[in-house]
Every structure is written in structure tokens, then in C-alpha cells.
């Protein structure tokens, strides 16, 4: 594919489906970048659409998504709806020749996520996930000091997603659907399941085990525990609470054999900690006579739209690969819902990664 700015000759028109608070970010995302503009907006709530449109100048609004679909000036959709349409309408996009950022988690179930990416691959069309945490500057610098090797060779990774959803089921009750059930640890642990798929690779077996003693009236678990086997005999663990009392974390941390790493994506520091050597800067704090600990300044932006949208921007332009393509948010979607298995039938699980 010849690369999209030639094609074109014009900045990448972008349609967003819903006008919710995410979908905001998003609007904030596309207009930050210069090779883009938002074209038009779409949910069913044709007033929230309109209230929406006009505060960001977006000339054009719908109640039916597939409006945008028809559009010539429209290349790429970004799908900010409930978790039950994303696969529905990320298929529908593509066969409409659109790229598609969907927002995470991919889908609802794997044959969801198989379909997306069939999609994908059958319309020649490229299709993003929007694994967010992985563009938290926090997260990002904690994956490149483990790359780098500063904390030597992993042994233990934790993060746990501790969100308090009982005053926030969703527009219309969607996150608490019995009908077409979006379990927890894959509507917001999914963040952290993929964090640590990032950081650690992908684990293949799972044990968890999960209880409600606070959301009594969601028709699940809302909390879980999920110990985790990865690669190279790493082992780990995510936690995710959504009736929890404390403010948003996603407090991770991943210990190697010459360091630790204490990062969040809602606190303005990455700590890490490392053997004392010979010869200190005097940047270090003093943990103990062994230990010492620097701790690097990172923004607080656990929705950071505007490099997520630049990345997916950049690989249009230049035809590149997609990093968190379907197969990435299929993965974590196969790890999220294998939690729920093993939580649900109180035995391991096996985790497969065949789509
Ligand atoms: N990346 C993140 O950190 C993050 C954070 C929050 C939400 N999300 C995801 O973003 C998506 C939206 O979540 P939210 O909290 O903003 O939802 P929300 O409940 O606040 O809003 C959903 C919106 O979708 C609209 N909608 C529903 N059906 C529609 C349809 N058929 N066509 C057009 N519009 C329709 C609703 O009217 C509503 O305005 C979800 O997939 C959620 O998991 C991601």
C-alpha cells in the first residue's frame, strides 16, 4: 500500500462512534495531531452527539454510525462504544474500507476477536487496540528501564486495576448487562492483564480466584486474583477490584534480580530500587545499607489519546505494522477471560493464543 498521505494529499479524516467521556479524549486526541482532523461524531443520544460536536468545532454529528461509514472524507473510526458492540462495529467499519482504532477491551469473546481479525486481514484494513497503559508515561519508562536491563532479569511482575464502578455502570447499565455479561477483569483489568503481557510476555497458565462482597447487586465477581506463570519461569499476578474504596490505582511492580520498579498511573513518580555501587551520583535516596532508590518525575496521563493517536496516525502514513494489533488485544482478551475460567471453576487454566 502506497503510503496514505500521498494517496490522499490531505490530512486523515476520523470519525468517532459514541460522545462519551473516553470518546472526548479521543476528539482531544485527533486534534492534537496535525496529520488528522475529526470529521464527525455519531451516538445514539443525538443531543450528547450535538452538545459534543459543538464544543469541539466537529461540523458534523449522526445518531447511526453507519452514516459515518458512507463518508469518502472519513478513513479512520475510532469505536468508543459499550464493550458488547465493539466487535460489530469494527467488522462493519472495515468491510466500509475504514481503519479502526477500537477502544479496549477488544471484544467480549474470542470468537469476537477471531472475527475482528479476519476482518482485518480480509479488507487489507488495519485495526488498532486501544491498550491505553501502554502510552501512560509512567508504564512507558518502566518498560524501557527493564528493557535497558536496569533491574537485570525479571523474577515476580504485579499490577492490579482497583477502580471504585459502583456509582459508573454505563450509559443505559452496559457494565452491568446480564444478558451479555462484560466481566470486570476484562472490561478495566484488561489494562492490567496487557501491561504485564507487555513487560513479561504471554503467561500460559492461570489460577484465580474472585469474590463480591461489595457490588452485591452486579451479576458478578467484583473482585479477582489471578496468579500468573510467563516466560522464561517469570511468575506474576494481577488484581482487580471495582467495588474497591480508595482513588484509581494501577499501582505495578516488577522485581528483577538487580532491581525493583514501583510505578502507577495515577502517582508522579517511578521509584526504583538497586543494589548500592561503588561510586553514587548522590541522585540516590538511601533505602539501607544495601539498597538504594531514585525516583524519576513521569506526568500523571492514565489516557494518553495523544501519543496512542499519533502512533496509529504515524502508521498509516508510513504503511507500517500496528504494535497493539488485533492478535495483541486478542491475547489479553484470551488472558482475561481464562481468569474468569479458572476463577469460575476453581482449576487452572491453560491459556491458548490461537486466532
Ligand atoms: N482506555 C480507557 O482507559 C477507557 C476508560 C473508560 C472507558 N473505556 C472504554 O471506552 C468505551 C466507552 O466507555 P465509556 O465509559 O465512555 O462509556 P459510557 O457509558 O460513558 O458512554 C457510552 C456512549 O456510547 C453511546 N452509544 C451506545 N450505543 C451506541 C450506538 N449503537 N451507536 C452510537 N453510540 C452509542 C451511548 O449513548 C453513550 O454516550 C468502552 O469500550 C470502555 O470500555 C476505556
Known amino acids: 500500500m502506497r503510503s ?107 470468537e469476537e476477536c477471531k472475527q475482528m481479525i479476519d476482518a482485518s486481514e480480509r479488507t487489507g484494513k488495519k485495526l488498532m487496540v486501544g491498550q491505553i497503559c501502554r502510552y501512560a508515561p509512567g508504564f512507558a519508562l518502566a518498560k524501557k528501564l527493564i528493557d535497558d536491563g536496569e533491574i537485570g532479569e525479571l523474577f515476580y511482575v504485579e499490577s492490579e486495576y482497583a477502580h471504585d464502578y459502583s456509582e459508573a455502570p454505563g450509559v443505559g447499565n452496559w457494565r452491568i448487562d446480564p444478558v ?73 511492580v516488577f522485581y528483577g534480580n538487580q532491581g525493583t520498579i514501583i510505578v502507577d498511573n495515577t502517582s508522579p513518580t517511578l521509584t526504583i530500587y538497586k543494589d548500592r555501587i561503588s561510586g553514587d ?30 502512533e496509529f496516525v504515524d502508521i498509516l502514513l508510513n504503511d507500517d505494522q500496528v504494535r497493539t494489533d488485533g492478535v495483541e488485544g486478542a491475547s489479553t482478551a484470551a488472558v482475561c477471560l481464562a481468569i474468569v475460567e479458572s476463577a469460575s471453576t476453581n482449576q487452572s487454566v491453560r491459556i491458548q493464543y490461537d486466532f
Open 180 to 252: 451479555r455479561l462484560r466481566h470486570p477483569v476484562l472490561g478495566g483489568g484488561c489494562h492490567a492483564v496487557d501491561l504485564l503481557r507487555w513487560i513479561a510476555g504471554n503467561p500460559y497458565e492461570v489460577t484465580a480466584y474472585a469474590n463480591r462482597k461489595v457490588l452485591q447487586s452486579w451479576p458478578v465477581d467484583d473482585c479477582t486474583i489471578a496468579i500468573m506463570r510467563f516466560p522464561q519461569d517469570v511468575i506474576g499476578k494481577v488484581m482487580v477490584s471495582v467495588g474497591c474504596k480508595r482513588a484509581y490505582t494501577m499501582r505495578s
Open 4 to 110: 496514505m498521505k500521498s494517496e490522499t494529499g490531505r490530512k486523515l479524516g476520523f470519525g468517532i462512534i459514541s460522545a462519551s467521556y473516553m470518546a472526548m479524549d479521543h476528539v482531544r486526541g485527533v486534534k492534537a495531531n496535525k496529520h488528522a482532523e475529526v470529521k464527525a461524531i455519531c451516538d445514539i443520544d443525538l443531543a450528547k452527539a450535538e452538545r459534543v460536536a459543538a464544543e469541539f468545532f466537529i461540523q458534523d454529528y449522526y445518531a447511526d454510525y453507519t452514516e459515518l461509514l458512507k463518508r469518502d472524507d472519513i478513513d479512520v473510526i475510532i469505536v468508543s462504544t459499550p464493550d458488547q458492540l465493539h466487535a460489530e462495529m469494527t467488522i462493519a467499519a472495515l468491510e466500509a474500507g475504514k481503519h479502526v482504532l477500537c477502544e479496549k477491551p477488544m471484544a467480549l469473546t474470542i
Open 281 to 310: 551520583t548522590g541522585l540516590f535516596n538511601d533505602v539501607n545499607d544495601q539498597t538504594i532508590s531514585i525516583s524519576h518525575p513521569v506526568n500523571i496521563r492514565s489516557h494518553n489519546t495523544i501519543d496512542e493517536i499519533k
